[in-house]
């Protein structure tokens, strides 16, 4: 124990030296004010920080050194002065509040406004505050501007006037309201004498925004001013009225340029639900940058928040608790359109919104109407900023207050905010009343990451939280310091894990540099994987080896999968290091590492205990620069069979590094195929192990020899060997092995003996007696004893008879039934051996009271076997009834006791009698008595309850404690004590009447007796408080707390208790009387940062402390002055001493002598010196090793600080001898006992992983059974498939819709694009002329220059996107879909450009890998057209059977039509893992008005009503297309079980309800049997089904209203919710395991489907048959291009090739099924084929995939066929390049004739219209394009363009 406290302590140490160290390296500048700061400001032009502090204004440097101050105080002064001063009487010095300082930078000025002679304001020079510009005390009460009171808060803010066409500097203040201010609460104010006005005055003079004198009305806390796009706002909270003091935040707003005020307008913001933090602390104006302004667009709470749009963060609290408070956010914007609604709502709707009251008149004591000005809407614009005539100011009503949501919630007081924008994410500094300021990510989920560095704990951080110019520094202000830290200390982070464990969107990991930064610090932050983001979570990491492990005795290259690598430039040099080896890296193109590994002589021995050994292999760049490191695993083969010793062969084969065995010289080795034969079991065939097994019999007795028999197998190379057997409990003892017939052998037993426990497991090995070593064995059987647990006759008898245990009765033992033969127990039978008379050893309890009714216990032995066994009992004579339910076996009776009879003795023995007349009578005596009751103490107690009363008597221990019930008068009193005197702690009294009557205190012994004393107690009222002293303390607890009141004398226990979040503390009280009662306060812990409530529990009586305040423990600074003699003082520096402590409770020791403390200020604390020389206290109270040094110890409470050490006499030398061992032994005592745990954990994991290993190896078995099963099935069910395709009913589009999809679909309007409905809106008058114009447009499409010029001018404007560029391809192609050869020919033009650009600047591999260009998406449309004869006559019918086959299959099992997973499904993701029970039906359908005739449908009972009907309308309409059957929702299923006919539909009023979930109906919610039969009918919305359609529409809305609802499973959430509250950890780990055994289905799914991805594969990449001349065409072109670049390789080449067809063509089209044909591809079926999808991607590929068991189950399903696929694709690109080249000619003959079959059919005109808008749009560009080409020139291009541009806009052009 001694050792783990050492160690946590040693950890401790660590962290906070640690912490101590980080802290110290951060760059922290801090200014100390002698008096509390109230303000500060920031020049933006310099970055000079001022500060208003108490009486004086501080000069900062930007790096916080002092320049200059400025004295202001303390004034002559008093509160009801006006001044001058001069004139005043009873004046004193006063100090003088900074309460307004503004920088006004345009004259180099500062405003300075204090809260003395009336709030009077003075400049002061910006560049030296020591020299004031203005002041003036004589202008009388226009010129007050700040207010005297200290809580009343001011703010101010810089802008412009103009008069008379003069502009004036000024500044707009909003001022709370004092008793002695003026009432006006916003006022603007003039910075130079003009006219009349002086410097400060008032020149707004009719303000009707002010506040009523007298009555506490519109009691406003100014927080914040700002202003922004030609408005002051100002933020503050206020009251309504006078009855209720709830304050509300309001941000209220005024024109800059407005005169009188009228604009004046107040919006109430709400912060919370229900407007929890409703008033303001602080607030900060900023940008929310890009990602926040996103992220609070999509949450649709904030209307569109761009990201250089102005958003007010806030932070609030609620009215009555500073232990919360929270962060809200409101973009500008919002309250801008707010306060519009409410103005124009004022102006022309009645003050309404929607009907409702939405305007308040604030300020006014009017009650007449107001807004009964009706301006017209349009009319608004021209008095946005009010007028004369118009009502003013203006408030919203509540119902229209400005709602936000919590950003952030904190426990505790936020006072301070500041926002700052990183690499487009926004960061918030929170600063509280504890000095801490948190950094905040903001996000949609805020990430509180961290806690800004600095020494300022304890002070509330003032509002004035701000960014040095560069915002790389924040300034924080707390009550007397300014201090100065980075935002982000990313450098500390000296390794990538720690670097992102920071969570801090300032920094990430530099990867090639090895730091921590910035990004713009990080000099490849801007390639890919350069710098890694810190919140990403994310390190370079190696993902697995190639070969992920390797035998310790071979060596081999390993190829090393880092996909998150950066690029490695030529100049970088990978090297890898494992252990002491290091070896050069090498990266492939397909970014791998490839490393030589150690010679085995490097390698580390093997662990003992463990089969293999992990070498850390590290990769580092550049020499120094760690990329990733991962443990490779060097197994052991001959280790492995140290895992099980009993089965070494088992062992061996079965291990996960295939190893095998050598049956001959009993040896595990690595698998060689070279070596083979019948000695050798390989890897996996533990079944060919030599072993024994199946031992009989399995149960073994205690001293008794008995014979076991056995079977061997696989033991042909044993022929003739002897067989040894032996056991750990046959000490060391091995017997020879017998052999029987066949596989059988024996051992003759072992006399065993064990006595531990009833029975153990015993596993025997087995030994080859020549060799000495163990072969493979099971034995294991279980060995008994029984006489444990079974000590007397009845016991032995209720054994269970496997065990033939009797009872011997010679040896008064229970035994095995052999050992205890006829002849020892005489001629008796054991079995048959009666058992002795029942004993008794003892009666509970020996006294009942005479009139019965409770209940005793008989404990002794031999009473009887079963309940009924027991035939009478007798206590003194009497019957006992015997309770049955509470009988033990042989050892314990319960009866209940009747009376006894009053004439006969009151004491006798306890008789019981058993089955057979056998009696057994007890040794000790039952007495009947009766209690007597006397008294009662105390008489009296709080009517809280809790008193603990004390009743005495005779004979009151008679009975039990559970037989004993006390109550007073009613009233519960629960006994603690039983004995001879009872105590019992009274409950509460609730009756009215305090002080109750004397009441009876009553006390029954079980159900006959009852006793009483009247007139006992009596409940007076609780006791009263009054006040605590002091109310606060240290967190280090042990403060004095005196509480006062009166009542306290009733009370027998107090306690002071103290509760957190989830801790709480408590100390009883050391002092009490009837007034007064004295606690030490509780010790809480200080780490926890949240608040604590103080309580008082007298008794059962608890009362909150209210207020009591716990402050942090006081800082202590190092002692200065180390020589103290008798006439020195002593002074101890620090930080809040006096928040919770005074001169007279702090004690100081210097040594062992007590010091007085002569004074307590906040900051220092004064000693006066020792009397008499001091002496070391004793060791553990020194902290220096020099004798003559003694400690200066401060106590507080129960906190105690030694500050330093002071010299005072001489010292003595402390010797290392002592020190050394002191710390050494305990460190090695910590290494021992760590590598002891890490030993045993990792063996643990190791026995964990075998077991799940087992259970996979059984499932692999089912899988392939079920795989055979499943095809089988799936072949004969597709019969009818095929046969329908043989007739011709593959639902092929017709070319357009075919074209439509594949170009248009994927836009952005989907279905609705107009290239898809083919809809133009023109006005018909114009349309001819529209037409001619695109035909002209047509025209110079055609033209080759322009087409260029067009495309080209496109793709370099910034704003012309990826989407853009496919859908403007799309365009294009259709348009010139009448000329395919020009088409090919641009396409052509445009390629050869980009092949240049790939093969000359960029990455030759990558081109054609995505549609980045317009003839990128050119080429994809270019196939698809080519190749739609192709997909009709060749690919689609196998495509076709593909998609059939897929849907079948899953439909064969349940699918969740909720969270659209199945039970046969490709994707592991959209696996359902659970097991659905469910069964197929048949349904006999009818069709209502389509004859007699019924067709069968198969279903499952387990889908929804919907499914069903999407499997009938399937089957019914089978032979048409997709798109002309009945859609679910316009048909409706009806059930006729018998004369009625029940609807059946997803959710109605019988859906079943889980908690706050419902389940959606199926077939078996319904009951519906197999064969049953349903109709189903068309919905025709006729007048007379209309209501009822109504109805059930309206019923179906109102179940949907909760859209908690479930099918199969619940979503994962909701269960996980479930599970937290009720199941273990284990429990949720085990489900986890459970849910990826599921996986397996995949297998059988993919078993099943093979065939048929095989057939598609093999359609589409076959040369033998037709390849589509457009293939060959362009593959030619590529090899033609290819061998024109010398850096072309033929991977590239392959590369190009796979980008051009299988991904640019196939990949969509098998993706999505319903771009050729007529069929609905539903989301679990679209979730296969991107499996299938994602194979034929991968078989496509150049680079090796190295799988491991980290793969995806997705990319492990096809591992086996991908190399087959890759071959098919190698053969089929060089089959292509064999065949016959096709001409230009010939292409051009194939494309004329596409153009010719299908350019009418296609929406040509919609194309160009749409091309031409892209023209429109980018105008300007093309012209200029043109008008550089000489080309284009020459055709008049520019021209021809403006023509086509003035018919088509309608407008007149300068032509």
Not at 401 to 427: F, P, Q, R, Y
Not at 1412 to 1425: D, G, K, P, Q, Y
Not at 1478 to 1495: A, H, K
């Amino acid at each position: 124990m001694a050792s783990w406290v050492s160690l946590l302590l040693l950890l401790f140490c660590q962290s906070v030296s640690q912490a101590q160290e980080e802290s110290s390296s951060i760059p922290i500048v801090e200014f100390t004010s002698e008096t509390p700061i109230n303000n500060v400001v920031q020049d933006p032009q310099t970055g000079r920080i001022y500060l208003g502090a108490v009486n004086t204004i501080f000069q900062l440097g930007p790096s916080l050194r002092l320049e200059a101050r400025a004295e202001t105080g303390p004034k002559e002064d008093a509160r009801t002065c006006t001044p001058p001063a001069a004139a005043c009487q009873d004046t004193k010095p006063m100090p003088n509040q900074n309460k307004l300082l503004l920088v006004h930078p345009s004259n180099g000025s500062l405003v300075v406004c204090g809260s003395r002679y009336r709030g009077i304001c003075s400049l002061l020079n910006l560049s030296n505050v020591e020299q004031q510009l203005y002041y003036s005390d004589n202008k009388g009460e226009r010129t007050y501007v700040a207010s005297i009171e200290d809580d009343v808060n001011v703010v101010g803010v810089m802008s412009t006037y103009s008069r008379d066409s003069h502009s004036f500097n000024v500044f707009v203040v909003g001022k709370g309201y004092g008793s002695l201010d003026s009432t006006k609460l916003i006022s603007t104010r003039i910075l130079q004498d003009f006219r009349e006005w002086v410097v400060f005055e008032s020149i707004i003079e009719a303000s009707t925004v002010q506040t009523t004198p007298f009555v506490p009305k519109y009691l406003h806390d100014f927080r914040h001013a700002f202003k922004e796009d030609g408005f002051v706002y100002f933020l503050f909270s206020r009251t309504l009225d006078g009855t209720d003091n709830k304050n509300l935040t309001f941000v209220s707003r005024l024109c800059e340029d407005d005169p009188h005020y009228y604009s004046h307008t107040e919006l109430q913001l709400n912060c919370g639900n229900n407007n929890r933090y409703n008033k303001v602390q602080a607030a900060y104006v900023a940008s929310p940058g890009k990602e926040l302004a996103r992220a609070m667009t999509e949450s649709g709470m904030y209307g569109n928040v761009v990201s250089w749009s102005k958003v007010l963060f806030m932070v609030a609290s609620p009215d009555d608790d500073d232990n919360e408070s929270a962060l809200c956010m409101y973009p500008l914007n919002s309250i801008n359109e707010r306060l519009v609604d409410i103005i124009s709502a004022c102006y022309s709707d009645s003050g309404k919104i929607s009907g409702f009251p939405a305007v308040d008149i604030p300020y006014s004591s009017k009650t007449d109407e107001f807004c009964t000005s009706k301006i017209a809407k349009h009319m608004l614009e021209n008095f946005k900023c009010g007028a004369d005539f118009l009502p003013s100011p203006l408030a919203s009503k509540p119902r229209f207050a400005l709602k936000a949501h919590t950003m952030l919630t904190n426990s505790g007081l936020l006072t301070a905010v500041a926002v700052a924008v990183e690499n487009e994410h926004t960061i918030a500094f929170l600063g509280n009343n504890q000095g801490e300021v948190f950094k905040v990510h903001l996000i949609m989920e805020t990430d509180v990451y961290s806690k800004v560095p600095g020494d300022t704990v304890g002070e509330k951080v003032n509002k004035n939280l701000f960014f040095d110019l560069s915002h790389s520094q924040l300034y924080i202000t707390t009550e007397k310091k300014i201090t100065k830290v980075p935002v982000q200390t990313c450098f500390q982070k000296k390794d990538c894990q720690s670097c992102v464990e920071l969570r801090d969107p300032y920094c990430g990991w530099c990867v090639l540099e090895g730091r921590c930064t910035r990004r713009s610090e990080c000099r490849r932050a801007e390639e890919k994987n350069g710098w890694l983001w810190s919140p990403r979570q994310q390190c370079v990491k190696i993902i697995s080896f190639y070969p992920p492990n390797l035998s310790c005795k071979k060596t081999d290259k390993v190829k090393i999968n880092i996909p998150s690598l950066p690029a490695i430039g030529p100049s970088d040099r990978l090297h890898c290091t494992i252990e002491s080896f290091q070896s050069e890296g090498t990266k492939s193109d397909s970014g791998q590492v490839s490393c030589d590994l150690p010679q085995p002589l490097l390698i580390p021995q093997t662990p003992e205990g463990q089969d293999f050994v992990a070498v850390a292999v590290r990769i580092f760049v550049n020499e120094t620069v760690e990329l990733a490191t991962r443990e490779f695993k060097f197994y052991n083969c001959a280790a492995t069979v140290r895992k099980s010793e009993n089965t070494p062969c088992m062992s061996c084969v079965a291990s996960q590094w295939g190893c095998q065995w050598n049956t001959r010289d009993h040896t595990c080795s690595d698998m060689e195929d070279s070596v083979a034969g019948v000695n050798i079991i390989k890897h996996r065939q533990g079944a060919k192990c030599p072993q024994f097994e199946n031992p009989d019999p399995v149960l073994i007795p205690v001293g008794y020899k008995t014979r076991i028999s056995f079977e061997g197998i696989n033991l042909d190379l044993y022929q003739g060997h002897i067989f040894t057997i032996g056991t750990e409990l046959m000490r060391n003892v091995e017997e020879e092995v017998n052999v029987e017939e066949g596989p059988f052998y024996t051992f003759s037993g072992f006399n065993f003996s064990y006595d531990k426990s009833p029975e153990t497991n015993v596993l025997f090995y087995v030994k080859d007696k020549e060799s000495g070593k163990k072969m493979d064995s099971t034995l294991n059987v279980t060995l008994y004893n029984c006489s444990m647990g079974r000590e007397d006759c009845s016991l032995c008898k209720n054994a269970d008879p496997k065990y033939r245990c009797v009872w011997c009765g010679k040896q008064k033992a229970c035994v095995y039934e052999k050992l205890c033969s006829a002849h020892q127990q005489g001629s008796e039978d054991p079995h048959n051996t009666e058992c002795p008379n029942p004993e008794i050893t003892d009666i509970i309890p020996r006294f009942g009271p005479l009139w019965g009714g409770i209940s005793i216990t008989i404990r002794g032995s031999n009473l009887g076997i079963h309940k009924e066994d027991i035939k009478s009992i007798t206590v003194v004579g009497e019957p006992c009834i015997h309770q049955e339910e509470k009988y033990s076996v042989s050892t314990s009776v319960v009866c209940e006791i009747g009376p006894v009879d009053l004439k006969k003795v009151h004491w006798g023995q306890v008789e019981v009698e058993v089955n057979g007349g056998k009696r057994g009578t007890s040794s000790m005596h039952f007495t009947y008595r009766d209690p007597i009751l006397e008294r009662v103490k105390p008489a009296r107690g709080p009517k809280a309850g809790g008193t603990l009363i004390t009743i005495s008597g005779h004979f009151l221990d008679t009975g039990s404690k559970d037989d004993v019930q006390v109550t007073i008068g009613g009233v519960d009193c629960t006994v603690e004590h039983f004995g001879t005197e009872i105590t019992c702690r009274t409950g509460e009294y609730r009756a009215d009447k305090v002080p109750s009557d004397l009441l009876t205190v009553t006390m029954k012994y079980g159900k006959s007796t009852t006793k009483t004393i009247p007139i006992a107690f009596q409940f007076l009222e609780n006791p009263t408080l009054l006040d605590h002293r002091p109310k606060g303390s240290f967190v280090c607890g042990g403060r004095n707390i005196v509480v006062t009141g009166s009542g306290f004398d009733l009370i027998q226990t107090a306690v002071m208790r103290v509760r957190g979040d989830n801790i709480s503390a408590f100390e009883e009280a050391h002092e009490k009387n009837d007034t007064v009662i004295q606690f030490h306060s509780p010790t809480v812990n200080s780490f926890l940062n949240q608040p604590f409530k103080a309580y008082l529990q007298l008794d059962n009586w608890e009362k909150e402390l209210k207020p009591f305040d716990y402050h942090p423990d006081p800082n202590f600074n190092e002692l200065t002055k180390k020589v103290i003699t008798e006439t020195s003082i002593i002074i101890v520096t620090g930080r809040g001493f006096s928040k919770a402590m005074s001169a007279k409770e702090a004690q100081a020791f210097v040594g062992d002598v007590q010091c007085l403390v002569n004074t307590l200020q906040d900051d220092k604390l004064f000693l006066d010196p020792p009397s008499t020389p001091p002496r070391t206290r004793s060791r553990r109270h020194r902290r220096d090793t020099r004798p003559e040094l003694v400690d200066l110890m401060i106590k507080f409470g129960k906190g105690e600080w030694v500050v330093g050490s002071v010299q005072y006499e001489k010292k003595n030398d402390l010797s290392l001898y002592i020190i050394i061992p002191a710390v050494i032994v305990p460190m090695l005592l910590i290494i021992t006992i760590s590598i002891y745990c890490y030993r045993r954990k990792s063996q643990q994991a190791e026995r964990e992983y075998e077991k799940v290993k087992h259970q996979l190896e059984n499932l692999e078995e089912s899988v392939r059974d079920r795989c055979k099963k499943e095809f089988t099935d799936l072949m004969i069910e597709m019969e009818d498939h095929t046969n329908d395709l043989s007739e011709g009913r593959i639902p092929f589009l017709d070319y357009k819709t075919y074209t439509d999809r594949v170009f248009f679909l994927p836009s952005k309007d989907g279905a609705n694009d107009v290239m898809i409905t083919g809809k133009l809106d023109i006005p018909e008058a114009r349309r001819a002329t529209v037409t001619q114009a695109l035909n002209q447009f047509s025209n110079l499409l055609n033209s080759k220059t322009f087409l260029i010029n067009f495309i080209r001018t496109l793709e370099r404007s910034h704003d012309f996107n990826a989407r853009a560029k496919v859908y403007f391809a799309s365009l294009l192609t259709v348009a010139l879909h009448g000329k395919l050869e020009y088409y090919t020919d641009i396409m052509r033009t445009l390629l050869l450009e980009l092949m240049e650009e790939y093969v000359h600047s960029k990455n030759p591999k990558l081109m054609l890998r995505r549609s980045e260009t317009v003839v990128e998406r050119m080429l994809c449309n270019w196939m698809s057209i080519c190749l739609y004869q192709f997909l009709k006559d060749s690919a689609g019918e196998p495509l076709y059977k593909l998609f059939r086959a897929i849907k079948h299959q899953i439909e064969k099992g349940p699918v969740d039509a909720r969270v659209k997973k199945a039970k046969y499904t490709l994707n592991d993701t959209g696996l359902l893992g659970d097991d659905v029970e469910y069964s197929v039906l048949t349904l006999q359908v009818l069709v209502q008005g389509e004859g007699p005739d019924v067709t069968p449908v198969k279903v499952l009972n387990c889908d929804t009503i919907s499914q069903v009907k999407e499997k009938i309308i399937e089957q019914v309409y089978r032979n048409l297309p997709y798109s002309l059957r009945p859609k679910v929702d316009s048909v409706t299923l009806e059930w006729r079980p018998g004369s009625t006919g029940q609807i059946l539909s997803d959710l109605d009023l019988t859906s079943q309800k889980e908690g706050r979930w419902k389940r959606i109906n199926t077939l078996a919610h319904y009951n519906v049997r197999d064969n049953a039969t349903l109709v189903l009918s068309k919905v025709f919305h006729t007048q007379q089904n209309y209501d009822q359609n109504q109805e059930n529409h309206e019923e179906r809305n109102a179940l949907l209203e909760d859209d908690k609802v479930f099918h199969l499973v619940r979503p994962a959430d909701e269960l996980d919710e479930i599970k937290s509250k009720r199941g273990s950890i284990k429990d949720k780990s085990m489900t986890k395991a459970i849910t990826e055994i599921y996986l397996t289905r995949l297998l059988s799914v993919k078993g099943t489907l093979q065939q048929f991805v095989d057939d598609f594969f093999r359609s589409v990449l076959c040369s033998g048959a037709v390849v589509p001349p457009a293939v060959k065409y362009f593959f030619d072109f590529l090899d033609e291009q290819a061998l024109k670049h010398n850096n072309v390789d033929e991977e590239t080449i392959h590369i190009w090739k796979t980008n051009s067809l299988p991904l640019r063509f196939w990949v969509n089209i098998l993706k999505n099924p319903h771009f050729t044909f007529d069929v609905h591809v539903s989301e679990v079926v679209d979730a296969s084929l991107s499996v299938i999808a994602q194979t034929f991607m991968d078989a496509c590929t150049k680079s090796e995939h190295k799988l491991s068991r980290d793969s995806p189950s997705n990319k492990l399903l096809y591992a086996k066929e991908i190399s087959t696929y890759k071959k098919m694709v190698d053969d089929y690109y060089k089959g292509i390049r064999q065949m016959v080249p096709i001409s230009d000619q010939d292409m051009n003959t194939h494309l004329a004739e596409v153009s010719r079959a299908h350019t009418d059919k296609l929406n040509t005109q919609v194309a160009l219209h749409q091309l031409y808008q892209y023209a429109s749009k980018y105008y300007d560009g093309i012209i200029a394009s043109l008008d550089e080409d000489p080309a284009s020139q020459s055709k008049q291009l520019t021209l021809r363009l403006q023509q086509i541009a003035a018919a088509l806009e309608n407008k007149v052009t300068d032509l």
